[in-house]
């Protein structure tokens, strides 16, 4: 286990490492964002194309306000920060689906599902702009590609990091069928690592704060998951960050956040709606 250590140090030194927005973790990427695109929408279209879609038109249509807002945030925060590009193949979609499990997810390139067996726990426009910043914080950390890079070092050591190192047409084919049949066997929709969900928790709390949704409803939301109990939930507590973990990471995070809302918005005023500050400026 400590030579893996070692080698991907290596590994992420010469060759692939790229670094999280928001939270600057150096993680390892194997994997070029097109092919992790390619997999992840070739599983997408599957799912639509199976799935019940609701016709709760009132809830569907909160479904795609939030998650529009949330999008522009993104859009916003990338802008910004003249990254842009890290985003330039992002295609956002937004689905309500008839499905009592209480879940949802965001694959990358923007394509995002909510499952109706969560609305009890959202309950509102806010709640609801709580679990799609965290999918969509998922999406942009690019955990699945992070998830495949590791699968490769781990299945396929030096001999497949060499692979990648040299470039040659019938290198990069084997490289590519090694990615798309950890796409296919990985997936973008398994569970995420704890680290991975708490690092989702952190980038939704901004996301949601720029799109103008007071972070502070993170807390009340997690507090109703966690009392609902383990049934029926796949992704959101499927690698157990402990409720009480979580509550007190995103605690921690709130000042943060905040900071973002009130650069975008100006100080919170429950009096009055926010507002976009009048010369549109965003520092963060
Ligand atoms: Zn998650």
Redesign the pocket.
Known sequence: MKKYFLFLGIVAGLYACSSVPVTGRQQLSLVSDDDVLTSSLQQYSDYIQTAKKSTDKTATALVEKAGRKIAGAVEAYFKTTNQEQLIANYQWEFNLMDDPQVNAFCMPGGKIVVYTGILPYTQDETGLAVVLG??VG?AIAKHANERMSHQIAAQYGEAGIGLLLSKSSSTVQTVGSVVYGLGAEVGVMLP?SRKH?LE?DHLGLIFMAIAGYDPNAAIPFWERMSQQGNKGIL??FSTHPSDNTRIAEIKKELPEAIEYYEAVWGKKNTTTPASKNSNNQWHF
Do not use: G, Q, R, S
Request: glycine residues 0%; charged residues 40%; negative net charge.
């Open positions: 965290h999918e998922h995420f969900e989702a992704e959101f």
